[in-house]
């Protein structure tokens, strides 16, 4: 009498959708969203990972041409960073060191 998958019959109301298709939906469409969730998160980690070793690859470089003190500003002023103007601000500072001593 009833149908054994009866919770896949169920569809909603006319002129309504659901968003990425419900329990009945395209599962490839679901899917997709959530393989570009994934890759929009990673995207995310891998600049900023590349962020800090550079940062990091930096400071190695000149931390030979300056005062330990000025070193710790730098990296004090690193750690402190909120927004774009601060991470431009430390860099002016490095590429000025490294402008400096002739360093790549």
Not at 95 to 102: F, R
Request: glycine fraction near 4%; aromatic fraction near 16%; charge should be positive.
């Amino acid at each position: 009498m009833y149908s054994r998958r009866w919770y896949l019959s169920v569809r909603p109301a006319k002129g309504t959708s659901c968003i990425m298709g419900g329990i009945y939906g395209d599962r490839h469409l679901t899917l997709l969203y959530f393989v570009i969730v994934i890759a929009y998160v990673m995207s995310f980690y891998v600049v900023a990972s590349e962020m800090y070793n550079r940062y990091e690859n930096d400071i190695t470089k000149i931390t030979p041409y300056m005062e330990r003190k000025q070193v710790e500003f730098i990296q004090s002023d690193w750690k402190c960073m909120q927004c774009k103007e601060d991470f431009d601000n430390v860099y002016k500072k490095i590429n000025a060191i490294k402008d400096e001593n002739g360093l790549p």
